[in-house]
């Protein structure tokens, strides 16, 4: 069965630091990994995903995340933490490729002046 | 733009008393999806729909349904919302093609109150 782990369910970053949110995954067959980031009170919006091809994936806000399939892990990181960055971030998984959603039970970030 | 529109935003029923949440979409995706995301949690899947064709998850209570009259729009209706339902109802779309579903797409969610 797949699962999604994302280690540390809160984490705090100084603003202008390094943010890195970890996401590993169990699968027997490389799948579709994907990020997403939550606000208060709305929905979720899409940051970057990874299907195949280049493993170091770019997306929105200067976030960017690296699969890596030796340690099942697909873990987000932005060189410098901005107040806006402050959110639940989630990651998850397609497995087979194109299949059904799962997704990680989160991280909030929590960005400090 | 093209969106996931989910209204209304906020919801307030009482203990028992039927309610309906809506989503329309203009992406014309073929799939729409419904999850319940309770505070601090990730979003569950409750059901989805391949154009017409309903797929229920195993453990959506029955006091959930859902309705798709067209490509545009979904429902879900809480037959009898108990105080375990209050809950962030999130809707979000794909496209299902060659066999694969696609990222989704998702609205902004309604929060349901049940008092």
Known sequence: AQSVTQLGSHVSVSEGALVLLRCNYSSSVPPYLFWYVQYPNQGLQLLLKYTTGATLVKGINGFEAEFKKSETSFHLTKPSAHMSDAAEYFCAVSEPPGNQFYFGTGTSLTVIP | ?115
């Not at chain 2, 203009?26 to 797929?55: G, R």
Request: charged share 15%.
């Open chain 2, 1 to 115: 733009d093209a969106m996931v529109i989910q209204n209304p935003r906020y919801q307030v029923t009482q203990f028992g008393k039927p309610v309906t949440l809506s989503c329309s979409q203009t992406l014309n995706h073929n799939v729409m999806y419904w999850y319940q995301q309770k505070s601090s949690q990730a979003p569950k899947l409750l059901f989805h729909y391949y154009d017409k064709d309903f797929n229920n998850e195993a453990d959506t209570p029955d006091n959930f349904q859902s309705r798709r009259p067209n490509t545009s729009f979904c429902f879900l209706d809480i037959r009898s919302p108990g105080l375990g339902d209050a809950a962030m109802y999130l809707c979000a779309t794909s496209t299902y093609a060659g066999g694969s579903y696609n990222e989704q797409f998702f609205g902004p969610g309604t929060r349901l109150t049940v008092l």
